[in-house]
């Protein structure tokens, strides 16, 4: 398939094992944050978002922690699958309409 | 089912011509995107629509251009003035403009010049 992304950040695991992925944001006024996974020739496909006045939201095998302090981003897998090795990345809202900066992302490679 | 789709999946551009990219959305969502993915870099905003009959531009503008005359549809032109036209186009729609909406993307067009 199409790479979606060239020298990007990697992170390679075990089958099994869990994964955290990170992700700065540049803005301390953005009060919205997504984590999106984008398989090689497909769109991104939404994961889990959170809203600035929560620390930390969890969907199935997945948590979002949101650190305001230093900015900070993280989305955790749980028992990480072959099926979840693709390109994640963060979008922050920046601005007063729905107007989005994504992160060039990181790519997740699951060993069997 | 509901969803957003491109066409066509790739496309070839030769020197001088115009393509326009196609975006339809099925979920009846106000705002409509179009974001140009480049490897290794995050998602850049090319324009954006609220409304019908309504576009913005946004940060690489030049060189495309947007029509918006249905709810459901938001076509992308690649004009003969963007010069570095290759790269992967995404289309991404959302509920409104209003903060905190998740923008839903459809699986994209793949742009080369001949």
């Known amino acids: 398939g199409e790479s979606v992304g060239l020298h990007l950040p990697t992170l390679s695991v075990q089958e099994g094992d869990n994964s955290i992925i990170n992700c700065a944001y540049s803005?301390?006024?953005?009060?919205?944050f997504i984590w999106y996974k984008q398989e090689s020739g497909k769109g991104p496909q939404f994961i889990i978002d959170?809203?600035?006045?929560?620390d930390k939201r969890q969907g199935q095998r997945v948590t979002v922690l949101l650190n305001k302090t230093v900015k900070h981003l993280s989305l955790q897998i749980a028992a990480t699958q072959p099926g979840d090795s693709a390109v994640y990345f963060c979008?922050?809202?920046?601005?007063?309409?729905?107007?989005?900066?994504f992160g060039a992302g990181t790519r997740l490679t699951v060993k069997p | 089912d509901g969803g957003i789709t491109q066409s066509p999946k790739y496309l070839f551009r030769k020197e001088g011509q115009n393509v326009t990219l196609s975006c339809e959305q099925n979920l009846n969502h106000d705002a409509m995107y179009w974001y140009r993915q480049d490897p290794g870099q995050g998602l850049r905003l090319i324009y954006y629509s609220q409304i019908v009959n309504d576009f913005q531009k946004g940060d690489i503008a030049e060189g495309y251009s947007v029509s918006r005359e249905k709810k459901e549809s938001f076509p992308l032109t690649v004009t003969s003035a963007q010069k570095n036209p290759t790269a992967f186009y995404l289309c991404?729609?959302?509920?409104?403009?209003?903060?905190?909406?998740?923008?839903?993307f459809g699986d994209g067009t793949r742009l080369s010049i001949l």
């Open positions: 991404a729609s959302s509920t409104g403009t209003g903060r905190r909406q998740p923008q839903h």
């Open positions: 959170i809203r600035s006045n929560m």
């Open positions: 979008a922050e809202n920046i601005g007063n309409n729905n107007d989005m900066r």
């Open positions: 803005n301390s006024a953005s009060d919205y």
